[in-house]
């Protein structure tokens, strides 16, 4: 199982960045696949997560209306695009796979992911 995050960098406030994160070595479908971040000193926050089955997503408040997660299944690729970033949003970003077991999909807790890629650093300039 692997998983490779991407696309992180550097940007001025309101700016946009786009996260890629890369799934191989199991099967895409039966996974949801969240998003989480850590800031410096901070405990590792969930963000967004989706249901890769159906499209059904999920986000943390302090995200809705900004950020937008989708999957693209015939690359086994999430995608998080972030727009009107701000400067706390600066994080080192991850992605996870959590198994789905029946209709339980929807999680932020990082205990219930199975797998975690590396890190993607965002940094948000003010």
């Known amino acids: 199982v692997q998983l490779q995050a991407s696309g992180g960098g550097l940007v001025q406030a309101g700016g946009s960045l786009r996260l890629s994160c890369a799934a191989s070595g199991f099967t895409f479908d039966d996974y949801s696949i969240g998003w989480f971040r850590q800031a410096p000193g901070m405990e590792r926050e969930g963000v967004s997560c989706i249901n890769t089955s159906d499209g059904n997503t999920y986000y943390v408040d302090s995200v809705k209306g900004r950020f937008t997660i989708s999957s693209d299944n015939a690359k086994n690729t999430v995608y998080l695009q972030m727009n009107s970033l701000k400067p706390e949003d600066t994080a080192v970003y991850y992605c996870?796979?959590?198994?789905?077991?029946?209709?339980?999909?929807?999680?932020?807790?990082?205990?219930?992911?199975?797998?975690w890629g590396q890190g993607t650093l965002v940094t948000v300039s003010s």
């Open positions: 996870a796979a959590m198994y789905r077991i029946g209709s339980f999909w929807r999680t932020l807790s990082q205990y219930e992911y199975d797998h």
